[in-house]
C-alpha cells in the first residue's frame, strides 16, 4: 500500500504532505493526552503490522490495521501513522520520504473516516453487530485506502480504473483478514478492556 | 502471567522469522562486457510480470532505449557507449524502480568516456600476446558468473530488516510517547502552580 519515490507528480506530493500536516494537527488538537501511551502502541501495531507477512495459500499479505487504529484514535490516527510510516522509510526502506505526505494521507484519512462511519456500531449493545460493523471498518478502510492509492496514482498521471482495479483486486484477501482481525479485535476489547477503544462500559453491559 | 508472555513473544518470534519480508520493489543492473543485465521484482521474491517495459536512458534523461523483461524478470540492454546507464521501470501501482549503472562498469572498448582503469591493466595486459579484447571479455564474463550469486545475495541481504530494526522502530514511538507525556506533565504543573 506503500507507493514509492519517484511515481507521483509533484503537485500531489504537496498536496499529500499539505493534507497530513493539516490532518495531524486536527489530530494533535483532538488527541486527550491521557491516552497518549494508546495512541503509541497502536503506531507501534502499525509500524511492525506491516512487516510480517501472512502466507495465505499462493501469495501472502501483510495486514494494514487502519480500520482498528482509526477506530480506537479517531483523528489522533494522523500522527500515530505519521510517525509509524516515517519510521517505516526509515528502516525498512517501505514507501520514502517524498511521498510520506502522500502515503500517510491515503492510510490515515480511511480510518478517520471509519471512526465516524463505525464507531456507533461497535458500541451496540450486541456483540454480534458490534463484531459486525468491526468487521464493516477494518475492511472498509482498506477499501478506502486502496481508492485513494488510486486516486493518486491517477492524478499522477496513470488510468484510474486499471490503477484502481488492480491495487483493488491485489488487496482483497488483506480486505478479508483485516475485516475477521477487526471484528475479533472488537469483540475482545469490548470484552477485556473497553476504555481502550474509549467505549462506555455501561452502554456495552447495559 | 509468565506463562502467557512467554507464548506470546514465542508467537511474535515466530512470526517474524516467517519469510518476513518486504513489499519493496528491488532490482539491480551489472555489467557483462558491454551487455547489461538486470533483474526487477519485489522484495517478497515475486519477480516483474513478463514483459514488462524497461527504459533505458542517459544520465542527461535521453532515452537509449527499452527492453523487456522476460518471465524471470530478466532483461539485457546492450551498450554502445561508455557512459552512466539510467534503467526505470514502472511496475504499476506506485511500484517504480529506478537504478542506475556507472559508465566505469562498462569496458573501455565502448566509444565514450575516457579510460579510467589506469596504465597498470594496460600495461599488464600488453605482455599477454593474443587477441586482448576477447580475454579481456572471456574474463569479465567468467567473473560475472561468479559475482552473480554474491550480488543476488547481497542486494536481498540490503532489504531484509533485522530483529533490531524493528524493535529500534518500537523503541523510538515508545520514546516519542515518552516525551510527549513528559512534557504533558510540564505543561500541568506549571498550570497548577
Given at each position: 500500500m506503500h507507493i514509492v519515490d519517484g511515481a507521483l507528480a509533484v503537485p500531489v506530493l504537496a498536496a499529500g504532505a499539505a493534507l497530513t500536516v493539516a490532518g495531524v494537527a486536527i489530530g494533535l488538537k483532538k488527541m486527550d493526552y491521557d491516552h497518549l501511551p494508546q495512541v503509541g502502541v497502536l503506531s507501534a501495531a502499525f509500524f511492525i503490522a506491516s512487516y510480517i507477512h501472512l502466507p495465505i495459500g499462493f501469495s501472502s499479505v501483510h495486514l494494514i490495521l487502519n480500520g482498528l487504529i482509526g477506530l480506537a484514535l479517531g483523528w489522533a490516527a494522523f500522527p500515530a501513522l505519521l510517525v509509524a510510516l516515517f519510521l517505516q522509510a526509515v528502516?525498512?526502506?517501505?514507501?520514502g520520504f517524498l511521498v510520506l505526505g502522500v502515503n500517510a494521507v491515503n492510510i490515515a484519512l480511511p480510518a478517520v473516516l471509519i471512526y465516524y462511519l463505525c464507531r456507533p456500531g461497535i458500541q451496540a449493545s450486541s456483540p454480534k453487530l458490534a463484531a459486525f460493523w468491526g468487521a464493516v471498518g477494518g475492511a472498509g478502510s482498506i477499501v478506502l485506502t486502496t481508492i485513494m492509492v488510486a486516486f493518486s496514482l491517477m492524478l499522477s498521471g496513470e488510468a484510474f480504473l486499471l490503477a484502481a482495479k488492480a491495487t483493488f483486486v491485489a488487496h482483497i484477501p488483506v480486505m478479508v483478514v483485516e475485516g475477521f482481525v477487526t471484528a475479533a479485535a472488537v469483540l475482545l476489547i469490548r470484552k477485556v478492556k473497553p476504555a481502550f477503544l474509549g467505549l462506555d462500559e455501561e452502554k456495552v453491559y447495559g | 502471567m509468565v506463562k502467557s508472555l512467554q507464548a506470546l513473544l514465542l508467537a511474535i518470534f515466530t512470526l517474524l522469522s516467517?519469510?518476513?519480508?518486504?513489499h519493496n520493489v528491488v532490482g539491480g543492473v551489472y555489467a557483462i562486457g558491454s551487455t547489461i543485465e538486470g533483474e526487477v521484482g519485489f522484495s517478497n521474491g515475486d519477480m516483474a510480470a513478463e514483459g514488462t517495459q524497461i527504459i533505458v536512458s542517459d544520465s542527461r534523461g535521453n532515452e537509449l532505449g527499452r527492453v523487456l523483461t522476460d518471465a524471470d524478470g530478466l532483461f539485457s540492454f546492450e551498450a554502445s557507449q561508455r557512459i552512466e546507464h539510467h534503467f526505470y521501470a514502472d511496475l504499476s501501482s506506485g511500484h517504480v524502480l529506478q537504478v542506475n549503472l556507472p559508465a566505469?562498469?562498462?569496458?573501455?572498448?565502448?566509444?565514450?568516456?575516457?579510460?579510467?582503469?589506469?596504465?597498470v591493466a594496460q600495461s599488464e595486459v600488453a605482455a599477454?600476446?593474443?587477441?586482448q579484447a576477447a580475454l579481456q571479455a572471456m574474463i569479465e564474463k567468467a567473473v560475472a558468473k561468479q559475482v552473480k550469486p554474491l550480488r543476488k545475495e547481497l542486494a536481498a541481504y540490503k532489504e531484509k530488516a533485522s530483529l533490531q530494526d524493528m524493535i529500534g522502530g518500537i523503541g523510538y514511538i515508545f520514546g516519542l510517547c515518552g516525551i510527549g507525556i513528559w512534557w504533558r506533565q510540564r505543561q500541568q504543573s506549571k498550570a497548577e502552580r
Open positions: 528502516f525498512f526502506g517501505f514507501g | 516467517l519469510g518476513a519480508a518486504a566505469d562498469e562498462l569496458p573501455d572498448s565502448l566509444p565514450g568516456g575516457p579510460v579510467s582503469s589506469g596504465p599477454f600476446n593474443g587477441d
